[in-house]
């Protein structure tokens, strides 16, 4: 949902920096980018469209001075065109802004700056702040105050970056609900969306919290309150390096991502220990709710059956954007266990805002000391370093193994974790299916539906299946409960629609074998996942994908997730899609 940079360098020119951090930031939004550096004028190149092209026709690393902020929008307000790509200035062009968030009361806001002379260029919510600042430092305020006066209008969302041809040595940062992180480097100083964008330059981040602000100068940073005191703030050494968020000889961040998921389920399994911590401080809890939004909310499935399998408690599962109008039945013997792998989804925030400690809660994370891990009384890293494909992967399975060790230990039955240290395994055996998956995704690249069923634990592996297909082929999917197909979507099944079926061995099988049935009865093309002992899905599968390994429904989910990743990757590759970067979606959502 958009992302920001900012920063102040020592003898270094900013607009090549700005553009290398500002590539990292490309999955939060592809729509347009544009940079503005100050010496002593501001200048500002941008336009729609991804980083490389406007690139390409811009030069956009060849902009003088030595510090600047940077944008890649994810529209929200107006179309994607040049006009509307930040940075975005005030009347004189003295003042640069670029902001991620969504400003709610902008109309009135523009309409009254509009009365007092202001001139807007764009269709945008954010070109109200630049105007704002301008208007309260030609009431003499610097451009610290002007911009704490700016904010003071706002209601919505907001991480912004503003510069002043007036003060060129200050970059001034400010967040309410969307993400600012601060980054100290050697006499270097930037202000990012998220860490991984500004790694190359600094391991050394602040995390700003709501309604504080940011001023970078020569001299170094500061941290002030909503009231304008001064305050300190721990410093984070983050431990991912540069080369994580590179892509490593692969095409793709998410086919890399991809192959990176049997060893990013191993550093899960590392967190055992931090895990048995927390349970051992839980009281007796006697329900558990999950809230979370897509893949997010599919880990959360697999968890309604772990829980309800394993320990008896009941278990709800809610999609965050929905939180707010089920009326909850929260106290303190309810765990809300908040699953995002961002730390940063708006929804999943306020759902958590909204337990306002009720219920006591727990984040299950990817970014360290992103804004999850502050709201919630306990956290969960799931540690598989960071995610850049838009489309999620693996932290889905890093996702998966630290519910499944959540809910092992708060059940005792250890003697569960043996089966969970063979899963890197099958998944390795699951990633040589890849030439085999490229085959099946040529035969099928051309439907225009697709069905994924399953029952039981293989029924969010279903769901799974068809996001990724949605999202990154464009392809209309369903991931359907196997059994309620005959309630309804049985109609729309004919010879056009392929059928997955997620089959492996155990209690669901037979009744999943039953459903298969009836679509091939209505024509369908049964492409089967299930064991290579099973006789009877090969049979009736028109393309099978086989699993070696005879493990149990139970723990089947992790590694039967990856052929349905890798055909949802080969059919968006075979489109021509850039699977790192489908249209209209973001990887961190942070309006609601
Ligand atoms: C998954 O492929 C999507 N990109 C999306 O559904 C994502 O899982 C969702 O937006 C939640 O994100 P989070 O885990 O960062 O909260």
Not at 149 to 166: F, V
Not at 310 to 318: E, F, K, Q, S
Not at 348 to 360: I, M, R, W
Not at 530 to 538: M, T
């Amino acid at each position: 949902m958009c992302g920001i940079i900012g920063c102040i360098l020592y003898n270094k020119k900013a607009a090549p920096v700005l553009l290398n951090c500002v590539k990292k930031l490309e999955y939060r939004g592809y729509d347009s980018v544009g940079i503005a550096t100050s010496s002593s004028i501001i200048k500002i190149k941008k336009d729609s469209g991804k980083i490389d092209d406007v690139h390409e026709n811009l030069n956009l690393d060849d902009l003088p001075g030595d510090m600047g902020i940077a944008h890649v929008r994810w529209a929200t307000h107006g179309l994607p065109t040049k006009e509307n790509s930040h940075p975005h200035t005030d009347c004189k062009n003295k003042i640069a802004v670029v902001h991620n968030g969504i400003i709610e009361n902008y109309k009135e806001i523009r309409d009254q700056l509009i009365k007092e002379g202001h001139q807007f260029k764009s269709e945008t919510d954010t070109e109200v702040i630049p105007h704002l600042i301008e208007k309260y430092m030609d009431m003499g305020n610097d451009l610290e105050s002007a911009t704490r006066l700016a904010i003071g209008n706002i209601e919505g969302s907001y991480a912004i970056a503003a510069i002043s041809r007036d003060e060129p040595n200050k970059v001034v940062g400010a967040r309410k609900e969307s993400p600012l992180i601060v980054g100290k480097g050697n006499r270097e100083y930037f202000i990012a969306s998220d860490a991984p964008a500004i790694l190359e330059h600094t391991n050394k981040i602040i995390y700003l919290e709501d309604h504080e602000m940011v001023i970078l100068s020569d001299e170094g940073i500061e941290i002030k309150d909503s009231d304008g005191n001064v305050i300190k703030k721990e410093i984070f050494t983050i431990d991912w390096t540069p080369d994580m968020a590179k892509k490593g000889g692969y095409d793709h961040f998410m086919l890399k991502e991809i192959h990176e998921q049997p060893e990013a389920v191993k550093n899960t399994l590392k967190e055992i220990n931090e895990i048995k911590k927390i349970v051992q401080k839980f009281k007796k809890f006697n329900r558990i709710c999950f809230v979370a939004c897509g893949t997010s909310y599919h880990a959360s499935l697999i968890g309604k059956y772990l829980f309800e399998g394993l320990i008896a408690i009941p278990t709800d599962v809610i999609l965050a954007s929905e939180f707010g109008y089920s009326a909850e039945a929260l106290d303190e013997n309810t765990l809300v266990i908040a699953i995002t792998q961002s730390g940063e989804t708006a929804d999943t925030l306020k759902a958590l805002k909204l337990v306002n400690h009720k219920a006591k809660t727990l984040a299950i994370v990817n970014v360290v000391g992103s804004t999850a891990t502050r709201e919630a009384d306990y956290v969960i890293y799931i540690r598989p370093g960071p995610e850049i494909g838009v489309a999620a992967t693996k932290t889905y399975v890093s996702q998966l193994v630290a519910i499944y060790l959540l809910a092992i230990c708060m059940s005792g039955k250890e003697e569960l974790l043996e089966k969970l240290q063979n899963i890197p395994d099958y998944m390795r055996n699951a990633l040589e299916k890849e030439d085999l998956i490229k085959e099946i995704a040529m035969k099928y690249k051309d439907a225009k539906d697709f069905f994924f069923i399953g029952r039981g634990f293989s029924y969010p592996t279903a769901m799974e299946g068809a996001l990724k297909l949605k999202e990154i082929t464009y392809i209309h999917a369903e991931g359907y409960a196997a059994g309620e197909l005959k309630h309804g979507p049985l109609a729309l099944i004919d010879d056009d629609v392929p059928v997955v079926a997620v089959a492996p061995p155990g209690k669901s099988h037979e009744k999943t074998l039953s459903n298969v049935e009836e679509v091939k009865a209505r024509g369908a093309h049964v492409i089967g996942l299930g064991s290579s002992e099973d006789e009877v899905l090969k049979s009736e599968a028109h393309d099978m994908i086989e699993f070696e390994d005879k493990i149990d429904e139970m723990f089947s989910s992790i590694h039967y997730v990856i052929p349905l990743q890798l055909l949802s990757y080969y059919i968006s590759v075979m489109k021509g899609i850039d699977p790192d970067h489908p249209k209209n979606l973001a990887k961190c959502v942070t309006v609601e």
